[in-house]
């Protein structure tokens, strides 16, 4: 069978002399139809790897497992050991998600377009939606988004806009600014040396005025705050350590919510503290999706909600086949990508 592995030098390797594994108990063989390409599946290491930490495909055999049987459609999430990039993968049955897709035609096989677009979806939703429940987002927050141009942020952004968010998304690039408008962005933000904070405070400018008074009203023992709702509510950091602060000072006080879940701008060197650097009543938390519980994952309705209801936008760039390797590679690292990049295997073995 064939064998896509990452080599140290980076470059993307076929081999078609594997050996297909043998079924296992508790383990599920798939014959995979259709990958995404990550960056992280191109991180290189010392030595040699077999790539991909997610695909879609069908069941070849289901090792005894209750509730999925031979041919059924399901997507296969492998963040520990990867290797998914082959034309057979046995993997946990912990890592295999069953999913329910209708085909184009009635009656007929998926399609290599469905199936392109079901690879789209896993791994890109499953973090959108991850993060948006780490910062509880709400119909009319104000969310940032840095790094709106990955697959991840353009996904974020669609998401969000059908929960009745107010979006704005930064990107470096002027000419990716309609895209990101027609993905369902408010306001598109030039990142720039410096930051971006006070762009974003005075695109949500409101500052309100609080007086209190005790129940006397007695003069000298009121009080007057104000509580300073300038910048935005929620805000999604995919670009790293290197941006965090400017995107904690880009947001409301008290109450805004920064998730840091990205390091698109690179690991770089940083001096920030966590004590002087996040300001007060201001909130920092993570997301990594490797550490979802899969069993809890509402993947079908994710897939319904793109596939079958248009609910969200899937933000499939481009589709490449087997021959396409080194391309597909480059296109990637290149940041020439709008979207997800998706492999689709030929049915031929």
């Not at 199936?115 to 987002?137: E, H, Q, S, V, Y």
Request: with cysteine; charged share 25%; hydrophobic share 40%.
């Amino acid at each position: 069978m064939r064998v896509i592995s990452l080599q140290p030098s980076g470059d993307l390797t076929l081999s078609t002399d594997a050996v297909k594994p043998s079924p296992r108990p508790n383990h599920i063989l798939v014959r995979v139809r259709a990958f995404a390409v990550n960056r992280q599946d191109l991180k290189i290491g010392p030595s040699v790897k077999d790539a991909g930490v997610e695909c879609v495909g069908s069941v070849e055999d289901a090792g005894g497992v209750k509730g999925l049987r031979v041919g059924a459609t399901v997507a296969v999430l492998s963040f520990g050991e990867g290797g998914l990039w082959k034309d057979y993968c046995l993997v946990p049955a912990k890592c295999v998600i069953p999913l329910q897709v209708s085909p184009a035609t009635p009656g007929s096989p998926l399609d290599p377009a469905t199936w392109a677009k079901l690879a789209a979806i896993p791994l890109t939703f499953l973090t959108a939606f991850g993060i948006l429940d780490n910062l509880d987002l709400r119909k009319h927050d104000r969310l940032l988004i840095r790094g709106g141009t990955s697959s991840i942020g353009l996904t974020i952004a669609s998401v969000a806009k059908a929960l009745g968010a107010v979006v704005a998304t930064t990107t470096r690039d002027p000419t990716k600014a309609p895209n990101l408008s027609e993905n369902g962005a408010d306001f598109v933000i030039l990142e720039r040396e410096g930051g971006i904070k006070d762009d974003v405070r005075m695109m949500f400018a409101s500052k309100e005025t609080f007086t209190s008074t005790d129940e006397l009203s007695t003069p000298a023992l009121s009080t007057t705050r104000i509580n300073d709702s300038a910048g935005a509510d929620k805000c999604v950091d995919l670009l790293g350590v290197n941006t965090v602060q400017d995107s904690l000072l880009a947001l409301k006080g008290p109450g805004g919510i920064c998730c840091l879940a990205g390091s698109l701008g690179g690991s770089g060197s940083t001096s920030f503290n966590p004590i002087k650097d996040i300001p007060s009543g201001v909130y920092l938390t993570t997301f990594a999706v490797d550490r979802v519980d899969m069993g809890k994952v509402p993947l079908q309705e994710i897939v319904d909600r793109v596939l079958e209801r248009g609910e969200y936008r899937l933000n499939l760039d481009r589709i490449f086949g087997l021959e396409d390797l080194d391309k597909v590679k480059d296109y990637v690292e290149g940041n020439k990508a709008r979207g997800k990049v998706v492999v689709v295997l030929p049915n031929e073995l």
